[in-house]
């Protein structure tokens, strides 16, 4: 071995001793705190765990062990054992979406102030990534592992999601499906939707009202739930004011800006005529409102705009946005709730349906 491989010279004809680890570089304890409590090891499990007496002496010395050694107790290994309680995990296509934020918003705001921390995880629409978010969650113990946003419900997303409410039911956590449509009977899983096709139903009605027949529908992409109702919705109040259904007025595509922009210039564009439009989003209005003021087109003085999820930037839009309004946070508490209300022992609704709401602003004017 070398000089430098056993260490420096300290003095002539003296190596210096190797640097030892001292206390501080590590994490504390259990048994640092014991120690420094001057009680046993099992003494200071029992009381950080509150679950055997112990005396307000004992339990003062112990407390001031483990403030004064910064001392963490290991949460996975608690977990294992059943002593606490296990995280609320939100997953959602996109963290971004200024809905599915209010959403996380709520899900944090309830999960907190039940003793439960949430994590927020994103699918960017993957559904491998789904699958192995769903089952790190259930590695991890989570008491509800919530998933948000529309989706195409067909043969297979049912399958999909009966094999996670099965694997999670299993392992004693809860699948929640929020903004989405329910399973068939029998899936151990709670869904909490909201009433697109009642918003959707409100909002086209509103403008009929105001004497508008040609409304441009720019709607969401075939097969995606939350478009489908929303579609359904705005045809039943075509029927209910005995307008006719106009296929040249009824767009699809996604629920974003540039959609909503490029939909309604290719609608100017081609001369298809129309007196008002109603956004399948607000982020579909925003671009909507962008290709109208593009063609010189005032609204609502021209052309009538109605919005649906009332995002906060709708009532600050020039004019501000007449919308459907969806409970975007109450969602997200509701499914904390109904799934930790369940871990202990109550039985809620497995299904949940909150109300819409039309919301009227300035950017709808009566035709003449």
């Known amino acids: 071995m070398t000089d430098a491989e056993e260490g420096p010279i300290d003095a002539p004809g003296r190596k210096k001793a190797k640097r030892t680890r ?18 046993s090891v099992a003494t200071v499990s029992r009381t950080l765990a509150g679950n055997y007496p112990v005396s307000a002496e004992t339990r003062e010395r112990v407390m001031a062990a483990v403030g004064s050694l910064h001392y963490v107790v290991n949460v996975h ?45 994103s699918t960017q ?13 259930r590695e991890q113990h989570a008491a509800a592992v919530v998933l948000v946003g529309g989706t195409v419900t067909d043969d297979a997303y049912h399958r999909r999601m009966a094999d ?86 009824d767009t699809v595509g996604d629920f974003s800006r540039k959609s909503g922009y490029l939909r309604t210039r290719e609608a100017l564009r081609s001369g298809v005529g129309f007196t008002a439009v109603f956004a399948g989003s607000d982020m579909v209005a925003l671009g909507a409102l962008a290709a109208l003021r593009e ?11 109605v919005g649906f999820d009332d995002v906060p930037f709708a009532a600050d839009l020039t004019p501000a946005l007449t919308t459907v309004r969806v409970p975007f946070e109450e969602l997200g508490r509701t499914a904390v709730r109904l799934a930790l209300e369940r871990e202990v022992g109550f039985a ?20 003449g």
């Open 295 to 305: 063609a010189g087109l005032s609204v609502p003085r021209e052309v009538s705009v």
């Open 164 to 249: 996670y409410a099965t694997a999670l039911d299993s392992a004693g956590s809860r699948l929640v499906l929020c903004g989405r449509p329910p399973l068939p009977n029998g899936v151990p899983a709670t869904v909490v939707d909201y009433d697109n096709r009642g918003g959707a139903f409100q909002a086209t009605s509103h403008l009929l009202t105001a004497g508008h027949r040609r409304v441009l529908f720019l709607g969401g992409a075939p097969g995606f739930s939350s478009a489908e109702e929303r579609r359904l919705g705005h045809q039943d109040a075509l029927r209910a004011h005995g307008t006719p259904y106009a296929e040249e007025l």
């Open 348 to 367: 809620p609704d497995d299904h949940v349906v909150l109300s819409t709401q039309l919301v009227i602003r300035d950017s709808v004017r009566p035709v």
């Open 77 to 121: 290994a608690k977990a294992l054992s059943g002593r606490v309680a296990g995280p609320v995990a939100l997953v959602l296509r996109d963290i971004t979406g200024p809905s599915l934020a209010h959403v996380a918003a709520g899900v944090e705001e309830e999960a907190g102030s039940r003793g439960r921390l949430s994590l927020v995880c």
């Open 22 to 39: 001292k206390p501080a570089d590590r994490p504390s304890t259990i048994r640092d705190v014991a120690a420094k409590a001057g009680v």
């Open 125 to 137: 629409g993957d559904t491998e990534r789904e699958d192995d978010l769903v089952q790190l969650m």
